[in-house]
């Protein structure tokens, strides 16, 4: 591999690559605590767990959840850009292509709700994909109101929500009612009748109760759009400015980036894991709700400014590599992974759900993920492109592509 300095396109690439690697891994384990419906994951304290196991928990929270899943969206945004420079640099219509990506991308999240998982974001995606082609031409400044806007808001009306269920227990009658909803929010948690179900059912009849699920969760996966927006935006920021081509000379605000999104991004994990300790169930929950708005995106940003620099710093550390193996496949494997852990958990597979406790859905996760490593460096050798990107890609060029690597 060149030096990141040469300034090569195929390095351009790669640090793309190493962090939608690196975010797939977050998402893994986000995804296999909820499929294998581990008990105590997050939220961990509506429940009664062993320290350990609430231990892992916390620490899930304060550095996984709603991170990754904000960085792959960041990174969706700087492909969406990509896109829009290799259809000008083409010369073809931008939209009739982009519109055909979005609906073979939404293709495949219904696809995966109804024959895998209802915790879906590929449909999330595709709906806000589409909400982004407005911006595509829109100036710098108004993307960065838009993205101000979109974290702030709902940031900002959490925060007076939350400061409401505190300052309503002040008054008996106030503290009557959240206690009978503390109690009736913690009993919903700890629920197990849906995965229950899946356990017992067969693969035909699951997925009947996975778009029931899907619909009743629907409110809530729909409420990370402004943040699945902001991040896309960023992206297409970083992508349309070619920030991302100019990584070397970037140095000091990755540096800037680095430091204010892990400060303030880990200050206010602190003070929501704070809050799941010392508050009543309800605004816990709230201030949990924090983080998919504020505290993950922000600390997603530092996440993904650490480890860009230090890719700038090493680009053959061997870690990269790995990781980049899985991100030029993402597609394939973020469904792959849904895929094996759903027949590890299910009734139609091997029925391991409510069965494990998070250390060993944790080692799931490694296993996994090691083999989707050496899978995905196997099919690289063969091929140009993961099997399900090779069939989005021919969706969105509208013909049949070559995938087999010139011999």
């Not at 090569?8 to 690439?13: A, D, F, I």
């Not at 029931?212 to 969760?217: A, R």
């Amino acid at each position: 591999m060149k030096n990141v300095n040469d300034n090569s396109q195929s390095e351009r690439v790669q640090v793309l690559d190493v962090l939608r690697g690196f975010a797939l891994f977050g998402i893994l384990v986000i995804n296999a605590m909820s499929i294998l419906a581990v008990k105590g994951s997050t939220p961990a304290f509506t429940v009664e767990i062993p320290f350990a196991d609430r231990l892992l928990q916390d620490l899930i929270l304060f550095f996984v959840e709603s991170k990754f899943f904000t960085l792959f969206s960041l990174l969706f945004g700087i492909g969406f850009a990509i896109q829009i420079q290799s259809a000008e640099k083409q010369g073809t219509k931008f939209l009739p292509r982009i519109s055909r990506r979005m609906l073979g991308l939404l293709v495949f999240g219904l696809l995966h709700i109804l024959l895998l998982w209802d915790g879906d974001i590929l449909v999330i995606y595709a709906i806000t994909g589409t909400l982004l082609i407005a911006f595509r031409k829109t100036s710098f400044i108004r993307i960065k109101k838009w993205v101000i806007g979109l974290l702030a808001v709902p940031g900002f009306l959490v925060l007076l929500i939350f400061m409401y269920t505190l300052a309503a227990r002040l008054s008996p009658d106030g503290a009557a009612s959240f206690a009978k909803s503390d109690k009736s929010l913690a009993k919903e948690f700890a629920n197990t009748d849906a995965t229950q179900a899946l356990l017992q059912n067969g693969f035909l009849e699951g997925i009947t109760e996975r778009i029931h699920t899907y619909l009743e969760l629907s409110p809530l996966l729909f409420s990370r759009i402004p943040t699945v927006l902001a991040m896309f935006l960023i992206g297409l920021y970083l992508g349309r400015s070619n920030f991302i081509r100019q990584l070397p000379e970037k140095i000091g605000v990755l540096k800037k980036v680095r430091f204010w999104g892990l400060t303030v991004g880990f200050t206010l994990m602190l003070l929501i894991v704070a809050c799941t300790k010392f508050l009543p169930t309800v605004s816990a929950l709230i201030a949990i709700i924090e983080d998919q708005y504020l505290a993950g995106p922000i600390l997603c940003l530092g996440y993904a400014a650490a480890l860009t620099l230090a890719f700038i710093k090493n680009p053959q550390r061997k870690l990269f590599g790995l990781f980049s193996r899985v991100g030029r496949m993402a597609l394939t494997n973020y469904l792959t992974q849904s895929l094996v852990l759903t027949f590890l958990s299910y009734g139609w597979g091997v029925g391991f759900a409510l069965r494990l406790n998070g250390f060993q859905v944790l080692g799931i996760c490694l296993l996994l993920f090691s083999a989707q490593i050496v899978i995905s460096g196997l099919w690289l050798k063969l091929f140009k492109y993961g099997p399900l990107e090779w069939v989005w890609r021919c969706i969105t060029y509208w013909r049949i592509l070559p995938i087999r690597l010139q011999a």
